[in-house]
C-alpha cells in the first residue's frame, strides 16, 4: 500500500525516549494500521502487536501487556513495543492502560505503547479522564487528492466523487461493486459495530436517517427543528445534536457551525451538513458518477463538499477552526479561522449562488483574506494540493 507522509513523523515520535503514549486515532479504513505495521518491519527490537477485536476476558489486555514484557525480558533487549488496536472496545480501556503504564514506570520496565482508535468521541473521553499527562495524539485523516492522486492516479473528479478512501481505490472502474464495499465495509461497520454497539442509541433509527440526511444534504444549512421534519421522528433537538456527535466523533458528518465573534451565537446556531469524505455522499446516491457530472447544478454540492472534506480534515491536524457564515440572503461557504485571523471562502462551480456574501463578511468582519476556489478563481485541483496552514502565511 502507499506509503504516507505520516510515517517518518510517527517512526521518530516512536523512536524517542519511552515518554508518552502513542494514539493514533482516525475513521475506519484510512491505513492506521497499515502504517503500524510499516512501523513494526523497521522496529529493531521485540514488538507485540494485538487487536481488541480478539478480547475475549477482562484480563486480555494485562496478557498483551505480560507478552511484551516476556519477550523483552527474555531477548535482554533494551525496550519493547506493544501495539493495540481497536482500543476502544475494551470496557474501561482507559484506567487499564494507566495501571499497566504506571507499573513500568515504577519499575523502569522501558515498553512503549501505541494505540489505534477509529471513535475519535470515545477515544477523547478515556484519554482525558485516565491518561491526562501520559498520551500524544496523532491524527490520521483521510487521504488528500494528492495522496490519491500519486497512489492510484485519481483525476480531480474521481476525488471529488469518489473520495479518499485508499481501500477500495482500485474498484472504480466497477461503480457498483465500490458503492457496495462503501456501504458494508464503511458505513454499516461504523454505524453497527463503531457506534451502536459501544453508545447507548435509544433511537437508531434515528441515527442512522441522520447519516442519510446529512450526506444527501452535505453543504447544506438545516435548523435542528426543520432536520426532525425531515426526518419524520419523534424526537427532540438534544438527541440530534448528541447523535450528530457521534457521527462526527466517527469521522462520517459534522455539522459546521456559524462563524461569529460569540461563541454562544456559535453554538446556538444551525448547523451545516459536511461530510468528512465525498465517498459517504456518492455510496448513499442513487445516481452514477456520470449521471452527475451531466447536472452541474447538483454536481456542485460534490464540489463544495470536496472542498469542505479538504478543509476540515486539515482543520483536525492544524490548529484552525472551520466555520460557515450566512445572514438574510448573504452566504460564505467557509470560514477558516486562526488566532485573530480569519479567512473567507467562496467555492464556485457553476451554481447559482449569491454574489453579496464575500463583500457583506469582509464589511462586517475585515478578514485577512478572501479566497474563490473554481470558477474564475484557484482552480479546484491546484486548491485540493494546498496546506490549508500555509494560508495564514
Known amino acids: 500500500m502507499f506509503e504516507r507522509p505520516y510515517y517518518p513523523l510517527i517512526s521518530k515520535r516512536i523512536a524517542l525516549k519511552r515518554k508518552f503514549i502513542q494514539v493514533l486515532m482516525g475513521p475506519r479504513q484510512v491505513g492506521k494500521t497499515t502504517l503500524v505495521r510499516q512501523i513494526l518491519e523497521k522496529y529493531h527490537h521485540p514488538w507485540h502487536y494485538a487487536s481488541a477485536d480478539e478480547a475475549t476476558h477482562p484480563l486480555w489486555l494485562q496478557q498483551q501487556w505480560e507478552t511484551i514484557r516476556q519477550k523483552a525480558t527474555s531477548t535482554r533487549s533494551s525496550e519493547g513495543l506493544l501495539v493495540i488496536d481497536e482500543i476502544q472496545k475494551i470496557p474501561d480501556w482507559s484506567n487499564q492502560v494507566k495501571t499497566q503504564w504506571d507499573k513500568d514506570s515504577f519499575d523502569n520496565i522501558p515498553v512503549k505503547l501505541i494505540l489505534l482508535g477509529s471513535s475519535q468521541l470515545m477515544m477523547q473521553k478515556g484519554l482525558s479522564e485516565s491518561l491526562a499527562g501520559r498520551f500524544e495524539v496523532i491524527y490520521i485523516p483521510h487521504w488528500s487528492y494528492t495522496e490519491m492522486r500519486d497512489a492510484f492516479g485519481f483525476t480531480p473528479s474521481d476525488y471529488i466523487w469518489f473520495g479518499g478512501y485508499p481501500g477500495p481505490a482500485e474498484m472504480i472502474a466497477d461503480e457498483s461493486r465500490w458503492k457496495e464495499y462503501i456501504r458494508l465495509s464503511l458505513i ?81 446556531s444551525s448547523p451545516k451538513f459536511q461530510v468528512f469524505n465525498t465517498a459517504l455522499m456518492s455510496a448513499t446516491s442513487p445516481n452514477r458518477h456520470i449521471e452527475i457530472r451531466s447536472q452541474p447544478e447538483i454536481y456542485g454540492r460534490w464540489v463544495e463538499s470536496s472542498i469542505g472534506a479538504h478543509l476540515l480534515g486539515q482543520s483536525i491536524t492544524h490548529p484552525i477552526n472551520l466555520f460557515y457564515w450566512r445572514e438574510g440572503n448573504h452566504e460564505v461557504d467557509f470560514v477558516l479561522q486562526r488566532g485573530d485571523k480569519t479567512i473567507g471562502i467562496e467555492v464556485k462551480s457553476g451554481r447559482n449562488k449569491p454574489s453579496s456574501g464575500i463583500p457583506e463578511f469582509s464589511r462586517r468582519f475585515g478578514p485577512a483574506k478572501i479566497l474563490l476556489i473554481g470558477r474564475g478563481g484557484i482552480p479546484i485541483e491546484e486548491f485540493l494540493t494546498i496546506t490549508v496552514s500555509d494560508l495564514f502565511s
Open 188 to 268: 454499516e461497520t461504523t454505524l453497527m459495530r463503531d457506534i451502536l454497539l459501544m453508545v447507548r442509541i435509544d433511537k437508531p433509527v434515528l441515527l442512522r436517517n441522520l447519516f442519510d440526511l446529512g450526506c444527501a444534504w452535505s453543504g447544506q444549512i438545516l435548523s435542528f427543528n426543520k432536520i426532525l421534519g425531515q426526518l419524520k421522528d419523534v424526537g427532540n433537538t438534544t438527541t440530534l445534536a448528541h447523535y450528530l456527535k457521534l457521527l462526527e466523533g466517527a469521522g462520517m458528518i459534522m455539522g459546521l457551525e456559524k462563524f461569529s465573534p460569540s461563541a454562544i451565537r456559535q453554538r446556538a
